[in-house]
């Protein structure tokens, strides 16, 4: 078999998984991560978890800000340029190489997603068990169903969970 066709299917295989757990790969723009953190007033010294942190650039952004970010991933070819991209700012930054899905949450001030609409209520109910202390949610482009947000605009939405 030709290493080609090896390292093809592995980068199929690695982006599919995404899709198959949450979401495509679709890189944030800029400006979008900009107007995200200020809808959900996210401030210096906080701390920001990214569900589904394709290349970082979220969490990139937060840290330029001081934002401690704690990156999920299932995708570890994002996953290791998540890491590269921010490097520099290591010391806020983390970044695992896990399904989201089937881990504990440490505690946050805000939680990121973009998650397809199908996960958006299981995602609710996910949220809901596993936040204990005052959390809101940024979910970009999609809403949950069946629950009005607390503030949106043309394509982001903010949740309250665990007051």
Request: charge should be positive.
């Given at each position: 078999m030709p290493l080609w066709f090896i390292i093809l299917s592995v980068l199929v295989l690695a982006f599919a998984l995404g899709v198959k757990r949450g979401a495509p790969y679709l890189p944030i723009l800029k400006r979008d991560s900009d107007v995200l953190i200020k809808l959900g007033g996210l401030k210096s010294g906080q701390t920001v978890i990214d569900l589904g942190s394709g290349d970082g650039r979220f969490l990139l952004a937060a840290a330029r800000l001081g934002i401690k970010g704690?990156?999920?991933?299932?995708?570890?070819?994002?996953?290791?340029?998540?890491?590269?991209?921010?490097?520099?700012?290591?010391?806020?930054?983390?970044?695992?190489?896990?399904?989201?899905?089937?881990?504990?949450?440490?505690?946050?001030?805000?939680?990121?997603?973009?998650l397809l609409p199908k996960y958006m209520t299981e995602l609710d109910s996910y949220l809901k068990t596993q936040i204990k202390q005052p959390t809101t949610l940024i979910s970009f482009a999609f809403e949950i169903p069946g629950r009005k947000p607390d503030k949106h605009n043309r394509n982001t939405f903010i949740y309250h969970y665990g007051d």
């Amino acid at each position: 078999m030709p290493l080609w066709f090896i390292i093809l299917s592995v980068l199929v295989l690695a982006f599919a998984l995404g899709v198959k757990r949450g979401a495509p790969y679709l890189p944030i723009l800029k400006r979008d991560s900009d107007v995200l953190i200020k809808l959900g007033g996210l401030k210096s010294g906080q701390t920001v978890i990214d569900l589904g942190s394709g290349d970082g650039r979220f969490l990139l952004a937060a840290a330029r800000l001081g934002i401690k970010g704690i990156g999920y991933e299932i995708n570890p070819i994002l996953v290791a340029v998540s890491r590269l991209v921010c490097w520099r700012y290591r010391h806020l930054v983390t970044i695992h190489l896990a399904d989201f899905w089937r881990v504990k949450l440490p505690p946050a001030d805000v939680i990121y997603t973009f998650l397809l609409p199908k996960y958006m209520t299981e995602l609710d109910s996910y949220l809901k068990t596993q936040i204990k202390q005052p959390t809101t949610l940024i979910s970009f482009a999609f809403e949950i169903p069946g629950r009005k947000p607390d503030k949106h605009n043309r394509n982001t939405f903010i949740y309250h969970y665990g007051d």
